[in-house]
């Protein structure tokens, strides 16, 4: 049995089955006992099987436990189970021959007994202890295998019951059968019985143990959930205590500041609060420090947050009055507003900049707040924006009120929504990235408890700017709704315990900022919050400590945060501003020495009074050279018309009354239609001239500054020539003064005769100047300037050279030739020039007729006013013999002249100079508070640098003023 059985082994781990160790030696101890048992009891007798049924229990037992053990201690074992199994073999072959002689007597079939032996212990423990997923093999009675796949050991197998079979037969007797079974049996339920009892006892030693270890730790834990729900319950009644005694002070302080107010006790001046310093240096930071970017790193408190996750009412409850503007599921924060917080004896709130102080006691002016707060977001909106980044500034006063800086910021959306300006978003993303990075900022991070933590946007951008949390300070709202929706507490213990959240902060806290409706007030609120936290079932649970709840609580941690900040930083910053001014002052002595050093402001003020001594200057100038500078410049403007328009055309009449009646009718045309407005046009620009020229003279003008003055002053001469219109009536009057002069024709005094006639020989003189070059410009150059400059003719020249000739002969022979040539003139002309082998054609020749005759008319004029000069006193007999009309039309352009001239003096002195005087004055005011235009005029290195050291003095001035007054403040 032994050898076949190791047989069966060795064939076994050479087989596709690969046996583990472990069931290798399973299998050798079932067999051991299964094979030795039966065929010792079917060999032995009565009194020999008592004695193998031992050894085998004893074998079965040794075996089991073995198989109990780990893995280690079975394979501890495994020398002792073959020992045993060999000794068991042996004696089982002692008793073989026995068994054959006995096999008669028996009724039992040893080949079927023997082939259920050799299954149960060969087959069975290879395939339940090594792991196969192929069946045990099933034996009918006549020994056929029916397994669907070939048993590799069938061979072996059949060895085997061949030779248990071998020597054998009869069956055995049936009632030993019986009694073999049934002990076989009562073995087995000892066995199982004693398996039973002793795991059963096991079990119920542990059990015991266990139930007393959990009595004794919910014993413990009712205790300490007692005892710290009796602190809870007595911090609560502390925290009501201290609101009690609080609200006691409050009312008793009113009621001392009714007493002083009605009484006649001066009020002392009220020295500047520490919190008030402070923001005076955020506020100048944030207005002048544009380079540095020093304000980005002082400490506030940022409120940010999802869109209505409640930032505004957190704010709120910390200020103690609902400022802000209201609305459900839209956005109200459209720009960032910092508010100061500072003790005060009255609630109060002002902006910053501005007078008018809010009583925020008096719901009446709160409405007021809101709707200032909610224009000066909206005026801050530029091109259709929907937010701004510009920030609103406002201080509140209270009693009891912790002192801070806090920024509240619009809040984080998800989606863009169609009334929105494209981008907002990202620039609301950027927005609060900007405060955020600020590395001194105390991050105020809210979050909705109403709402499943996964919607939150808020946390992941916190989380950028301070992985490490040690400036954010946690603060999650709407904890009632939390605690009415929310299946699963626990979540809000993780909350508030930062393990749900990737965030990390300084502190968790849990507030309720309202109950819904909008006209609650802020004692309502907090009477509401004291009341849910006192009957939370959140916070007796245990989700959250009673220093993570309320406001109050928040609001003292907030502030003890922020001042830690401010001392922390505040005087490095100073030192880096004191750095800056050595600098900078170093800079502007070695650039500009022995030069005053003026800031931009400063160097406007200079220019603002160097342009306004300016202006005065035009009342310096005489009623003389005003006309003089007048007449010139309106005759420059109307001798054209008067000399070629009206005299050049009259001049062609035959006589004196046509003659004068032309002109009389020319000049009521022109006077009616264009002499006004032209005459006003030009003392316009002669007034503006003259101010240029006083403006941008340097005579008595600082050298440092007056190319600095340039930019303004050309900017201010432009914006007032936009502006200044002249009066209207000025231009009816100076028509009927004009149409009077004009139709004057009688010269009263032989001075006046003679003026007039200087007067036309000037005018005359220049114009035959003025012919004379046109001439010269049609011919070309003349002999002597192709003899001396290398010049020639072009053959238009030429042409018109040829042209004047023949003309001038044509004149010669009739002086008073009419001004347009005939037709025939025309021709003769031509074929004269034709024949001399010149083909000219007939516009050269018209063109130069024109200039010719004009000058040839001049000179003839000329020649009659000289005549005239001594006809004065016999004008009716002269002006039939020598036409001296012309010098009466001369006498009344010269009177129209004098008189328009003196008119406009005197709207300049009077009127137009002072009302200049005003708009310049009116300009420069409003330039004074544009600082963008100012900083475009008044440009340049001196500047900058001068505003730079101006900028970092008062800056540093600031700091340091805040610095000794916060030592004293905590000394």
Excluded at 479 to 495: C, F, G, T, W
């Amino acid at each position: 049995m032994y050898a076949l059985g190791r047989h069966r082994i060795h064939h076994a781990r050479r087989s596709q089955f690969h046996i583990t160790r472990r069931s290798y030696y399973s299998f050798i101890g079932r067999a051991a006992y299964r094979g030795a048992k039966w065929m010792l009891v079917a060999g032995a007798g009565v009194g020999s099987m008592k004695y193998v049924s031992s050894k085998v229990d004893e074998t079965h037992e040794n075996v089991s436990q073995r198989l109990r053990q780990p893995y280690d201690f079975v394979m501890s074992g495994v020398h002792d189970i073959g020992t045993r199994f060999r000794n068991l073999s042996i004696k089982a072959g002692e008793y073989s021959d026995n068994m054959r002689k006995r096999q008669e007597t028996l009724e039992v079939d040893p080949k079927a007994l023997l082939q259920g032996i050799v299954y149960s212990s060969i087959s069975s423990p290879m395939y339940l202890l090594a792991g196969s997923a192929e069946a045990p093999h099933k034996v009918k009675s006549d020994g056929a295998d029916h397994h669907p796949k070939e048993n590799p050991h069938k061979k072996e197998e059949t060895k085997i019951l061949s030779f248990l079979s071998s020597g054998t037969g009869g069956d055995m007797d049936k009632e030993k059968e019986r009694k073999v079974q049934e002990e076989h049996g009562k073995l087995k339920d000892e066995l199982s019985t004693a398996r039973e009892g002793a795991k059963n006892r096991e079990m119920g030693r542990l059990l015991e143990d266990n139930e007393k270890l959990r009595n004794s730790i919910n014993s413990e834990r009712s205790e300490s959930h007692k005892k710290e729900q009796e602190l809870r319950i007595e911090l609560i009644k502390l925290q009501e205590s201290y609101k009690r005694d609080l609200e006691k002070l409050r009312a008793d302080n009113e009621l001392l500041r009714h007493l002083v107010k009605n009484t006649n006790v001066k009020p002392q001046t009220i020295k500047k609060s520490i919190i008030d310093m402070y923001a005076d240096v955020l506020d100048t930071l944030s207005h002048n420090d544009t380079s540095y970017k020093i304000q980005d790193h002082l400490p506030r408190v940022v409120v940010v947050g999802d869109q209505s996750a409640g930032k505004t009412s957190v704010l709120e409850m910390l200020i103690r009055a609902r400022i802000f503007p209201r609305g459900h599921g839209e956005m109200m924060t459209r720009s960032p507003v910092q508010v100061t917080l500072g003790e005060g004896s009255r609630h109060t709130a002002q902006f910053k900049g501005t007078d008018r102080v809010y009583d925020l006691s008096s719901e009446a002016q709160l409405y007021e707040l809101r709707k200032d707060v909610e224009r000066r977001m909206r005026k801050n909106l530029k091109d259709g924006e929907t937010i701004s980044s510009e920030v609103i500034s406002l201080t509140v006063k209270g009693p009891g009120l912790h002192r801070m800086v806090l920024v509240d910021l619009p809040g984080i959306i998800s989606t863009e929504t169609s009334g929105m300006k494209p981008r907002t978003k990202e620039k609301l993303t950027e927005m609060c990235s900007k405060f955020m990075k600020n590395p001194n900022a105390i991050i105020l991070c809210i979050q909705d408890g109403s709402i499943d933590a996964e919607r939150s946007n808020v946390t992941n951008i916190v989380q950028a700017h301070d992985p490490k949390g040690k400036r954010t300070i946690f603060v999650l709202t709407k904890v009632d709704l939390a605690e009415q929706n929310m299946a699963n507490p626990s979540r809000v213990k993780k909350i508030l315990e930062g393990k749900l959240f990737p965030m990390k902060a300084l502190g968790y806290y849990a507030v309720v900022t309202g109950r819904g409706p909008q006209d609650d007030t802020v004692e309502s609120i907090g009477a509401y919050e004291e009341d849910f936290f006192s009957r939370s079932k959140l916070f007796r649970s245990g989700a959250f400590r009673a220093s993570q709840m309320s406001t109050s609580n928040l609001s003292l941690a907030v502030s003890e945060c922020f001042w830690k900040m401010v001392k922390d930083s505040v005087e490095q910053q100073a030192d880096n501003f004191r750095a800056m001014r050595y600098n900078l002052e170093a800079e502007w002595r070695n650039t500009f020495a022995g030069i005053r050093e003026m800031d931009r402001n400063d160097l406007y003020e200079k220019a603002k009074d160097e342009i306004l001594d300016d202006i005065a200057c035009l009342h310096k100038i005489t009623p003389l050279e005003w006309e003089s500078l007048l007449q010139d410049a309106i005759w420059e403007k109307i001798s054209p018309t008067i000399v070629d328009d009206i005299y050049l055309n009259a001049a062609e009449c035959d006589n004196a009354s046509n003659f004068n009646t032309k002109v009389d009718i020319a000049l009521k045309d022109w006077t009616d239609d264009l002499l006004p407005q032209i005459s006003i046009d030009v003392g316009w620009h002669t007034l503006f001239k003259q101010l240029e020229t006083i403006i941008f003279s340097k005579a008595n003008k600082d050298k440092d500054t007056a190319d600095l003055f340039l930019p303004l002053k050309k900017d201010i001469l432009n914006e007032i020539e936009k502006q200044h219109k002249w009066q209207t009536n000025a231009q009816k009057r100076l028509s009927v003064i004009q149409k009077n002069a004009l139709e004057d024709t009688a010269v009263t005094n032989k001075m006046q005769w003679d003026n007039s006639i200087a007067f036309m020989e000037r005018i005359l003189n220049e114009r035959i100047r003025t012919a004379k070059t046109d001439l010269d410009k049609c011919i070309g150059p003349s002999w002597s300037e192709r003899w001396m400059g290398w010049k020639t003719r072009t053959p238009i020249e030429s042409q018109s050279v040829a042209a004047k000739n023949e003309l001038e002969r044509l004149l010669i022979a009739n002086e008073f030739h009419p001004k347009e040539l005939e037709t025939d003139e025309l021709t003769t002309v031509r074929k004269n020039l034709q024949t001399q082998g010149v083909d000219v054609p007939y516009e050269i020749i018209c063109n130069v007729w024109s200039k010719l005759y004009k000058l040839s008319f001049l000179k003839r004029s000329l020649a009659c006013a000289q005549q005239c000069r001594k006809a004065y006193y016999h004008r009716s007999v002269a002006c039939n013999a020598v036409e001296c009309n012309d010098v009466v039309l001369f006498w009344r352009a010269t009177r129209m002249l004098e008189i328009t001239s003196n008119a406009i003096r005197l709207q300049i002195m009077n009127t137009e100079a002072q009302r200049i005087e005003k708009e310049v004055k009116q300009y420069l005011e409003n330039l004074s508070h544009d600082e963008e235009k100012k900083k475009e005029l008044i440009t340049g290195k001196r500047v900058d640098l001068a505003e730079e050291l101006r900028r970092v003095r008062g800056i540093q001035d600031r700091l340091e003023s805040f610095i000794d007054e916060l030592r004293q403040d905590h000394s």
